[in-house]
Structure formats: structure tokens, C-alpha cells
């Protein structure tokens, strides 16, 4: 079955304490990208992934960083998290870049950090 | 700059009745425009995109949209609600430098009264 698989699905976590969220696709999709959904703001992205070893800032990178070193995998990591991070986070892929082709989302991480 | 406006946080309308959901685009460029929703505790499904083919666009579960450059909107609209309707729907507009990066709406929450 195609999918995007998001791990954890559900994550509560002190200020300061690393954690990595894991995003991984089976179809073979070039583009990734990672979202963060609150209330009243709908989703806004952090980072973005054309292809492997290539990644750039969305709105909203403060605080995260990413890494694309294969394909199907694209981790988002919190390397001191904060209260302010506390939010809804979805992983989402497609085919090629240069074409509005469809995204397909995970099913989201709900991250708590007190 | 690109960005959507859903003129909308909450629709509610009875089961059986139309459903009409807005939302105003701002692109410097001819737009890809999409409508995504988002069942409770569930990631995002596509419904329906525009790619500069035909101004009214059809999407899934009988659901349509129609481009108005002139307007700048693209409106959803359903000719009778069902209780599965009942959900977060998200316009979206994608970016001019890379088409896979996607600029969100802040979300209209449909209720279907039954």
C-alpha cells in the first residue's frame, strides 16, 4: 500500500531534550516536505526535500533541522525543543518537482513539549 | 507573494443541503490551486486541484470547485451534505518557485446537522 508513515504518532517531551520524529514514503517520490498544523493557522512548512542530499527552509524552520539522505526517509529533528513547539506535525511526499502533483500526508505526530 | 484567504472558520448546514465553502487566492502568477480535507485525527486527502485546464474542476466524494481569475476565487461547493462531510477543509495555493511547496489556508471547519 502506498503511504507515508510518521513515528511517533504521539509525543509528549520536556524543553531542552532532543528528539528526532521519523517520516518515511514507499513511492519512490523525490519531493518531501514537513508541516506544522495549529489552531487558527491552518499549515505552515519548516522544511522541504527536492531529492536526496537537497533540502531548504520553508516559513517556518527556526528551531528544526532535517536531513535527506535517502530517498524514502526525510527525519525531523528537534534539537532543543521548546514549549512553543508544541503542535501537530505532518510529513508529507510527492513525484517530481515543476508539476502541482498531488501530496500525500501522514498521518501526523502530535507533539507536546512542557 | 502567494496566499489564500478561506472567508469561512466554521460552516454548518444541514444534511441534505448545499455546501458552499470560500476561498480568495493572492498569486503574482497564473496559480495551482487545491482543496484538501482532514477528517478528525486523520492526515490530509486531496478533494480536487486546478492546473490552468478547465476552470470547474471535480473532485472526489461529489465534490466541485471553480477557478474566477476575475474574482480570484476558488470556492467549493457540494449540491447536498452528507454527515461524512463533516470535516476540516483546507484551500491551497501552490508555490510559483518550486509547484510542490503549498501554502495553506487557515482551515474551514464544515458541521453537517443531521
Known amino acids: 500500500e502506498a503511504q507515508v508513515t510518521q513515528n511517533p504518532r504521539y509525543l509528549i517531551t520536556v524543553t531542552g531534550k532532543k528528539l528526532t520524529v521519523t517520516c518515511s514514503q514507499n513511492?519512490?517520490?523525490?519531493?518531501m516536505s514537513w508541516y506544522r498544523q495549529d489552531p487558527g493557522l491552518g499549515l505552515r512548512q519548516i522544511y522541504y526535500s527536492m531529492n536526496v542530499e537537497v533540502t531548504d527552509k520553508g516559513d517556518v524552520p527556526e528551531g528544526y533541522k532535517v536531513s535527506r539522505k535517502e530517498k524514502r526517509n526525510f527525519p525531523l529533528i528537534l534539537e532543543s525543543p521548546s514549549p512553543n513547539q508544541t503542535s501537530l506535525y505532518f510529513c508529507?511526499?510527492?513525484?517530481?518537482?515543476?508539476?502541482?502533483?498531488?501530496?500525500?500526508f501522514g498521518p501526523g505526530t502530535r507533539l507536546t513539549v512542557t | 507573494a502567494q496566499s489564500v484567504t478561506q472567508l469561512d472558520s466554521h460552516v454548518s448546514v444541514s444534511e441534505g443541503t448545499p455546501v458552499l465553502l470560500r476561498c480568495n487566492y493572492s498569486?503574482?502568477?497564473?496559480?495551482?490551486l487545491f482543496w484538501y480535507v482532514q477528517h478528525p485525527n486523520k492526515g490530509l486527502q486531496l478533494l480536487l486541484k486546478y492546473t490552468s485546464a478547465a476552470t470547474l474542476v471535480k473532485g472526489i466524494n461529489g465534490f466541485e470547485a471553480e477557478f474566477k481569475k476575475s474574482e480570484t476565487s476558488f470556492h467549493l461547493t457540494k449540491p447536498s451534505a452528507h454527515m461524512s462531510d463533516a470535516a476540516e477543509y483546507f484551500c491551497?495555493?501552490?508555490?510559483?518557485?518550486?509547484?510542490?511547496?503549498?501554502?495553506f489556508g487557515t482551515g474551514t471547519r464544515l458541521t453537517v446537522i443531521p
Open positions: 498569486s503574482s502568477y497564473s496559480p495551482s
Open positions: 513511492m519512490n517520490h523525490e519531493y
Open positions: 508529507a511526499s510527492s513525484y517530481e518537482t515543476g508539476a502541482p502533483y498531488e501530496q500525500y
Open positions: 491551497v495555493v501552490s508555490d510559483e518557485a518550486g509547484a510542490n511547496n503549498l501554502f
